[in-house]
């Protein structure tokens, strides 16, 4: 399952996927969503080539 190309929210440019992090945090709040293996959620980093900002989505 491929995901679509994020979009910057700062400037539009097309992001690049910079890395898959896991977040413990968010598995306090939505402990159905936790992976089990890993104990979080996976969140895929993006950062934009033109302006720099970073983003964040679910992986």
Do not use: F, W
């Not at 190309?5 to 898959?20: F, L, V």
């Amino acid at each position: 399952m491929s995901k679509q190309k994020m979009k910057c929210p700062s400037c539009g440019a097309e992001m690049n996927h910079h890395a898959d992090k896991v977040d413990y945090t968010l598995a306090l709040n939505e402990p159905e969503a936790v992976e089990p293996d890993l104990g979080g959620i996976v969140e895929e980093v993006h950062t934009c080539p033109k302006c720099g900002a970073t983003a964040v989505r679910r992986a």
